[in-house]
């Protein structure tokens, strides 16, 4: 069963640092585009980043460049999203997910800021 | 703020049919393939129609996407109490090098 399990939400203050972590599982992981998608409570999707099969090529959304990296180890099946200078915006459900057409989806991780 | 342009909202009887329409740009939808997400209440989303029309393995066959130049449309026939969920187009975008999601619709069965 192709599985994608978001881990490393919680609560932290602006100006903090987080980590999200996605472990991959029932796929060939290095085969596949990966991304993140946060929702805001309320809202509707928005894309965050994706990365290449071997991590060659990243892109951003604007509203997180310079702040978000994106990254993954094809060794360990996992895709990561170290996330900078939190910002009360960033306030999100954070989903993990396939490809490029973004066919498979996390359950999502809650990331809140707020002090 | 989303370069897809979604109505906010569509309501319609049960097994009646509706569509939902999406609004881009050359750079989005006019040069690149539409996807097509249901979000049940509080759950991820799931794909539902990808590469402009084509449905993934397990999705009803009364799902259905188009496209024409610059607009993609949903439509889902035989409307269930089931499909009450935000659905949402999205493509990926050429000038924002990016994937934009739709503004969501909202789908209520009568």
């Known amino acids: 069963e192709v599985q994608l399990v978001e881990s490393g939400g919680g609560l932290v203050q602006p100006g903090g640092s987080l980590r999200l972590s996605c472990a991959a599982s029932?796929?060939?992981?290095?085969?596949?585009?990966m991304s993140w998608v946060r929702q805001a409570p309320g809202k509707g999707l928005e894309w965050v980043a994706n990365i290449k099969q071997d991590g060659s090529e990243k892109y951003y959304v604007d509203s997180v460049k310079g702040r978000f990296t994106i990254s993954r180890d094809n060794a360990k099946n996992s895709l990561y999203l170290q996330m900078n200078s939190l910002r009360a915006e960033d306030t999100a459900v954070y989903y993990c997910a396939r490809g490029s057409e973004v066919d498979v989806w996390g359950k999502g991780t809650t990331v809140t800021v707020s002090s | 703020q989303s370069v897809l342009t979604q109505p906010p909202s569509v309501s319609e009887a049960p097994r009646q049919r509706v569509t939902i329409s999406c609004s881009g740009s050359s750079s989005n939808i006019g040069n690149n393939a539409v996807n097509w997400y249901q979000q049940l209440p509080g759950k991820a989303p799931k794909l539902l129609i990808y590469?402009?029309?084509l449905l993934p393995s397990g999705v009803s066959d009364r799902f259905s996407g188009s496209k024409s130049g610059t607009s993609a449309s949903l439509a889902i026939s035989g409307l269930q109490s089931e499909d009450e969920a935000d659905y949402y187009c999205?493509?990926?975008?050429?000038?924002?090098?990016?994937?934009?999601f739709g503004t969501g619709t909202k789908v209520t069965v009568l």
């Open positions: 029932g796929f060939t992981f290095s085969s596949y585009w």
């Open positions: 999205a493509a990926w975008d050429d000038s924002l090098n990016g994937y934009v």
């Open positions: 590469y402009d029309d």
